[in-house]
């Protein structure tokens, strides 16, 4: 009995250690994964404390833009081109204050939303940064389609043609989203949801360009006027700098000009 009361007596703090270590490592798994679970709520607030930190940047420009504008006209005998300089830059300025005010309203709604997500929300939920990840997978999943379906691929070239603006664009979105896709899901910050989310909506609206230029059945519409032009105007930025780029090659392998041509300079 000596020797059991004489390894209790040397090992006694044994459980209250083990206890507290385990203790320890439940509360902050807990932690854990309830900071997982509020991402988007973090987001969301993150995005309203930049929103009004950018109405507050915006409400000076607009001070400072007023202040130039009063002294372009106190001034005697100064150019009228100052003064109109003056008031477009208030204009612009207050046009800024406008957007980033609603910006502010926006992220405030935001806010809200993701407070209600997070109150009804289950353990049995997925987590905000699975929800993601699953969006992100579903569009490679879509895009791959056309690598390793021989009737795709055959019917829609252009989804693999990387010398196609919109596929161009879709690729590059592609990698920008890889990169900014967190590798630990438990410990991702809502900096990083913030910059992850907005990449694989850049994705989404991007494979969804690609495919409706591609002359794909059913594939989604621009969102918006704007956005088509966007789109266009980057498609056709892309053909430039393309010909840009073949142009010295082209002109190399044009002929010489023969003795009895005309010149091009003049009007036959």
């Known amino acids: 009995m000596e020797p059991i009361l004489l390894i209790m007596a040397s090992w006694w703090w044994i459980a209250p250690a083990a206890a507290g270590a385990g203790a320890a490592t439940y509360a902050g798994l807990t932690t854990r994964s309830r900071r997982a679970r509020r991402l988007e709520l973090d987001a969301a607030r993150q995005e309203e404390s930049l929103a009004y930190r950018e109405l507050v940047a915006a409400k000076a ?3 400072t833009a007023s202040a130039d504008m009063l ?6 005998g100064a150019p009228a081109f100052q003064a109109g300089d003056a008031r477009r830059e208030l204009l612009a300025a207050k046009q800024a204050e406008k957007t980033a005010s609603l910006a502010l309203r926006a992220s405030r709604s935001r806010v809200k939303a993701g407070y209600s997500q997070y109150r009804a929300a289950t353990s049995r939920d997925p987590l905000p940064i699975d929800v993601l990840y699953a969006a992100h997978d579903a569009i490679n999943t879509r895009w791959l389609a056309y690598e390793t379906d021989v009737d795709k691929a055959l019917a829609y070239p252009q989804m693999t043609d990387v010398r196609h603006p919109a596929t161009l664009a879709f690729l590059r979105a592609q990698r920008e989203a890889l990169a900014k896709r967190p590798t630990l899901r438990e410990r991702a910050t809502p900096q990083q949801y913030l ?3 907005v990449a694989v909506r850049h994705l989404e609206s991007t494979f969804d360009e690609a495919e409706r230029q591609a002359g794909v059945a059913g594939a989604a519409r621009p969102s918006s006027p704007a956005a088509s032009a966007a789109a266009g105007l980057t498609a056709a ?3 430039i700098a ?3 780029d073949r142009l010295p090659t082209l002109i190399a392998r044009m002929p010489p000009p023969r003795a009895g041509d005309p010149r ?3 009007v036959p």
């Open 61 to 63: 420009r607009v001070r």
């Open 71 to 76: 002294t372009a006209k106190s001034r005697a």
């Open 195 to 197: 910059e992850y989310r």
């Open 237 to 239: 930025a892309a053909v």
């Open 242 to 244: 393309e010909i840009a």
């Open 264 to 266: 091009a300079d003049r």
